[in-house]
């Protein structure tokens, strides 16, 4: 958990009531606090900070985030955001006072938001499931590296140097949702630390662990957790994967929703689908016959195009070769090469190398707002010109840099409007060296 940096408190530690109910008629305001400061009372649209003696919030720990809700009292309502730790015993209600006023002293009702809770819940509860899968599925490397659970997901980073297979994740959903569809009862119990990891229950790597612990069953689940849980696993409903990545170097990260959440996520598959159909007019086998087709229409297109360019090129690369200018006894030629892609240029620089035969060649080209450069010089000349060098004085006049061999270099900028003054700028460059 995290604690609220500077919030100074000293009296007792707060009741948790929150696994048995999710409101408390008679909790009492402990202490207040604005901006970080013990007040004696808050008044209407004061933002602050309430410690009650006993509360049924949860404070965000474990990777479950804190409760939100509403703390009630004869002459005012506080408005519930948040619920952290101010010390490891001690919760803090984050929020702000809607109506009247709140004090020191005030005996008040805290009630929970139950269906954010209870969506939480249900996202925590499918963790420990999918977890327990993973080891299963992946095997027993598996070890958790971190959590986030909400109202709206679960995401878990675990151990695994690779990315789970399409095969692998639907094991894991079918493994969690037959788990579900058990129904089974979850219980929770507070154990010695040394017996609850002989009964078999998973700690946590690098987690510290008092000498008592709560120890959770949930269907083949057995961990060391304090968050709050379901019932019995069918509570949770439905669980669905809804994406994966990599976090750092041999540890992956997976994101999950439950209940409502799932359901959503599917239904907002399905109007993808929906749409996709619609669009190309065909479902099932026939529509994924379409996008194979669309495909390789769309890939003998770009192979005509390349064709068709690369013949663009070689015409434009016989106009070229004429707008060379003889400096010092040899030829010089910067030129603009419209639409033309990486490809082409280096197609052209070559044709226009052989053609020219002893040259120094600048060819650029520009794309929305980026410049492509490519510089080239004939093998005679590269003791006394370098391409790179040349390429690089080009580039940085368009918002660039570049380099490569003496023979051939590439470039790329960012300033479009300056490529026709850098390449009137080759010619002097290319004359303080011979």
């Keep these: 958990f995290k604690m609220d940096a500077g ?54 720990s474990g990777g479950q985030v804190g409760d939100a809700g509403e703390i009630v009292a004869a002459g005012g ?10 010390q490891s015993e001690v919760f803090g209600h984050h929020g702000a006072l809607a109506t ?38 992946l095997g027993p490397h598996v070890q958790q ?37 058990r129904n089974e009862a979850t219980s929770a119990r507070i154990m010695k630390f040394d017996d609850a990891v002989k009964g078999g229950a998973m700690a946590l790597f690098g987690e510290k662990y008092g000498d008592e612990v709560r120890v959770l069953d949930i ?6 957790c304090g968050g709050t849980h379901v019932a019995r696993t069918g509570d949770i409903g439905f669980f669905k994967i809804t994406s994966q990545g990599g976090v750092a170097a041999g540890v992956r990260r997976v994101e999950a929703t439950t209940g409502e959440g799932a359901l959503a996520w599917v239904q907002a598959i399905e109007d993808e689908r929906h749409f996709v159909e619609g669009f190309y007019q065909a479902s099932g086998e026939a529509l994924k016959e379409k996008l194979k087709a669309e495909r390789e229409e769309k890939r003998a297109l770009e192979k005509e195009l390349a064709r068709l360019k690369s013949k663009l090129a070689a015409s434009q690369g016989e106009d070229l070769a ?36 002893s040259a120094a060649i600048v060819l650029g080209s520009t794309d929305g707002g980026k410049v492509s450069l490519i510089a ?12 790179g060098e040349l390429v690089n004085f080009v580039a940085q006049q368009v918002g660039g840099k ?30 303080q060296r011979l």
């Design 7 to 60: 919030v100074e408190y000293s009296g007792r530690a707060t009741e948790f009531r929150g696994y048995d109910t999710l409101a408390l008629e008679d909790a009492k305001v402990a202490a207040l606090y604005r901006e970080g400061s013990s007040v004696p009372a808050i008044a209407a649209g004061e933002a602050a900070i309430v410690v009650l003696d006993k509360t049924p919030f949860y404070a965000e």
């Design 77 to 86: 309502t506080f408005v519930v955001s948040d619920t952290q730790k101010i």
């Design 100 to 137: 009247g006023r709140l004090a020191v002293g005030d005996k008040v009702v805290a009630r929970v938001d139950a269906p954010r809770r209870a969506r939480t819940m249900r996202n925590h509860s499918a963790t420990h499931l999918m977890h327990k899968a993973l080891r299963e599925v």
């Design 145 to 181: 590296k971190g959590s986030l659970v909400d109202a709206g997901k679960t995401r878990f980073d675990f151990s695994h140097d690779a990315a789970m297979t399409d095969e692998q994740i639907r094991r894991v959903e079918a493994m969690v949702n037959a788990e579900i569809l």
């Design 219 to 224: 269907g083949s689940s057995r961990e060391l």
């Design 322 to 357: 004429a707008r060379a200018v003889e400096v010092k006894g040899i030829k010089v030629l910067a030129a603009a090469l419209d639409g033309a892609d990486a490809k082409t240029l280096r197609e052209t620089l070559d044709k226009l190398k052989d053609k020219l035969k």
């Design 376 to 387: 080239g010089v004939t093998a005679d000349l590269t003791t006394k010109l370098k391409a």
């Design 402 to 431: 570049g380099g490569g061999r003496p023979d051939m270099a590439q470039a790329g900028g960012t300033e479009p409007a300056k490529v026709p003054a850098a390449l009137d700028s080759v010619r002097q460059w290319v004359e």
